[in-house]
């Protein structure tokens, strides 16, 4: 079993930044997905951004690369989310998840709702 935890959320005005973080209950070094996913109200949850915590270049959703950008400290057992020149249409619900994987996983095929593990989200809020 693993826990998530996501913290870094808050209410941001339309170019502002926020770092999200996902503090895991134990060490995710190699052999998992882990990502970030949103859902805002009344629209399906769609991923952000995705790693393979083994190695390899991460995914990006198209309406977000080149402002967010995912990385992990193994040492401190977490993942971070930096989102820059936010935008209104960024506001959601943010998820981390994980879910077990080979080395070899492309985790950005890996559709949101095959991943098991959950954090119970952060809510972002950007006004224009």
């Known amino acids: 079993q693993v826990q998530l935890v996501e913290s870094g959320g808050g209410s941001v005005q339309a170019g502002g930044s926020l770092r999200l973080s996902c503090a895991a209950s134990r060490s995710m070094y190699s052999g998992y997905c882990m990502g970030w996913f949103r859902q805002a109200p009344g629209k399906e949850r769609e991923g952000v951004a995705t790693?393979?915590?083994?190695?390899?270049?991460?995914y990006y959703a198209d309406s977000v690369k080149g402002r967010f950008t995912i990385s992990q400290d193994n040492a401190k057992k977490t993942l971070y989310l930096q989102m820059n020149s936010l935008k209104p249409e960024d506001t959601a619900m943010y998820y981390c998840?994980?879910?077990?994987?080979?080395?070899?996983?492309?985790?950005?095929?890996?559709?949101?709702?095959?991943?098991?593990?959950w954090g119970q989200g952060t809510q972002v809020t950007v006004s224009s």
């Open positions: 790693i393979n915590t083994g190695g390899g270049s991460p």
């Open positions: 998840a994980a879910i077990i994987a080979s080395l070899h996983t492309l985790c950005g095929g890996v559709t949101w709702s095959r991943y098991n593990y």
